[in-house]
């Protein structure tokens, strides 16, 4: 008998209990969120070793929040330079903080040139001290030291000069004695550092000079916590052995000559497992000294030349034309030694680096009368700089008073040198263009300072001397005044000779120091002395 409610109803499955052929669903499940549980595993795990292998590199940057603040940096990390994205920054937009960048690749036939730029003179085996001394030098490395050392060093200011209208065209100062120590050098130096292997940094690193090199290395040395050494002879200025100190370094006087140190210093170092560090082209160096290549190309739009110091410690000219001519190969890499001292000049001619050229031991003209260091720097600046010229130590201590009259500049001869071919007009065809300068170095001791402030205010016709002789009467020094001041002559210095005069009896001879505004006031001045005494003397610098 059928059921009137109709057919039987199928009963439930249970979801639990496991076909023929399948698992249990719950299995399944379990298995599926243990599977997920290991991949959110796994990518955690991968993603802390990124940090952790990253993280050496932002120690070396010296970012750190518990660390002291250094060079002026108050809690501010500077705009890192990215030089894939030189090319597309616009330029006034870029002036004006406005930046647009896009994702681009530079490919130039630059890299090419630079990797052939080192095969024309043989190396040389003299220095020692690094192992990566030839090493090619590529963009790439120029690339890497500017991150790597943006936290470091300061990013210097390339600002207008008011001397662009003196000599008529657009002249940018790229101040680099603004750094910590007062020199460019910090750058190679700080890059070398960080480039060691960690167990030589535990054991030290020891110098033997009194050069902008060695107060680098003391300070940067110090900051890094490396121990470091500095072997000077005992014929340094007092000054320097205290500015060391401050730096951080242990100090040691050897020797009378700067031979005696390095040769002590070469003996501290292989008893002590401490590194021998000297001035050298290796790759890691010339790679820090370029990335001020990199600061001028974006710090200035629209640039034509760019002028460096030169001699025979050429890195930074190197290193900079490396950057500048792989990122723009029309702008002029232009370097500057001196006439007294044309070593990288005889250097280019012979094809290798000349090491018997007489040089001079004296601090006014520091790493300009260098010898020629490396086979590296030499090859770049043959194959990469277009125009090395050289001037007159007058041009450059004229240099010398013009940056501190128009910049309130205080730098040495290194640091004026560049400006100084401007001031010998040794680069007519620059005239209207658009030049930057790198004023490289500012460590001049006082005493030289002024000594070459003196002369060179003698040189620009701003100070002169003469001699007349007058009567030994009362109101004649009085009208020789009179003519000084009615032609605005500012009387430095005036003395009388009563006893060793040659003329006539009852006469006194009188040498006047006076300071002129410029050579055309000095000849009026000269012309006017010389209608009321005509037996004056003019003294001749």
């Not at 000594?451 to 009567?471: E, G, K």
Request: glycine residues 6%; aromatic residues 6%; charged residues 25%.
């Amino acid at each position: 008998m059928v059921s009137p409610r109709g057919p039987p109803r199928a009963r439930p499955t249970d979801m639990t209990t496991p076909g023929p052929f399948l698992p249990p669903y719950g299995v399944v499940v379990g298995v599926l969120l243990h599977l997920v549980v290991y991949l959110v595993a796994v990518l955690y795990r991968d993603d802390n070793k990124i940090k952790k292998q990253d993280a050496p590199a932002l120690c070396d940057l010296h970012c750190c929040k518990d660390e002291p603040i250094r060079n002026g940096l108050i809690g501010q990390k500077p705009p890192s330079i990215n030089p894939e994205r030189l090319k597309d920054f616009g330029e006034e937009d870029y002036l004006n903080g406005d930046v647009k960048t896009w994702e681009m690749k530079i490919v130039s036939r630059n890299e090419e040139l630079l990797r052939d730029a080192l095969s024309r003179i043989p190396q040389s085996s003299s220095r020692t001290s690094l192992s990566s001394s030839n090493k090619l030098i590529r963009f790439e490395d120029i690339s890497a030291a500017a991150f790597k050392i943006q936290c470091g060093v300061q990013k210097t200011p390339c600002m207008y000069s008011r001397l662009s209208k003196q000599y008529g065209m657009d002249i940018y100062l790229k101040k680099e004695f603004l750094q910590y120590t007062g020199s460019v050098k910090e750058r190679g130096v700080l890059y070398l550092l960080t480039s060691l292997p960690q167990d030589q940094q535990r054991k030290g690193v020891i110098v033997a000079s009194d050069s902008n090199f060695s107060m680098a290395v003391a300070y940067h040395a110090s900051e890094l916590r490396i121990p470091v050494f500095v072997i000077m002879s005992t014929s340094t200025s007092p000054a320097r052995v205290k500015m060391c100190r401050e730096y951080g370094a242990m100090v040691i006087s050897y020797g009378t000559t700067a031979k005696d140190s390095q040769t002590h210093a070469r003996r501290l170092a292989q008893e002590n497992a401490y590194l021998y560090l000297e001035e050298e082209d290796s790759a890691v160096y010339l790679s820090g000294l370029g990335t001020v290549g990199l600061e001028v190309y974006e710090q200035v739009p629209k640039l034509d030349a760019v002028i460096f110091p030169a001699g025979g410690h050429c890195g930074l000219l190197a290193g900079s034309a490396a950057a500048l001519k792989h990122l723009n190969p029309r702008i002029s890499v232009i370097g500057v030694e001196s006439e007294s001292f044309p070593v990288l000049q005889q250097s280019l001619k012979a094809g290798h680096p000349i090491e018997d050229q007489a040089c001079s031991n004296h601090h006014f003209y520091g790493d300009v009368s260098g010898l020629c260091f490396g086979s590296n720097s030499l090859q770049l600046t043959g194959k990469l700089v277009d125009k090395v010229v050289a001037v007159r130590e007058e041009d450059i201590l004229i240099s010398m008073l013009r940056l501190l009259e128009y910049e309130r500049a205080t730098v040495d001869a290194e640091g004026a040198i560049g400006l100084a071919a401007l001031v010998a007009g040794k680069l007519p065809e620059l005239k209207g263009k658009r030049v930057a300068i790198v004023i490289c170095s500012g460590n001049l001791e006082l005493h030289l300072l002024q000594q070459c402030i003196a002369r060179a205010l003698t040189l620009d016709n701003r100070v002169c001397r003469f001699s007349l002789v007058l009567s030994d009467s009362p109101g004649d020094i009085s009208k020789l005044l009179e003519i000084l001041a009615r032609e605005e002559a500012r009387v430095l210095d005036i003395k009388q000779e009563h006893t060793f005069v040659t003329s006539e009896l009852f006469t006194v001879e009188v040498t006047c120091t006076v300071e002129t505004r410029d050579k055309i006031h000095t000849a009026q001045l000269r012309n006017a002395l010389l209608e009321r005494y005509p037996t004056a003397a003019w003294m001749e610098r």
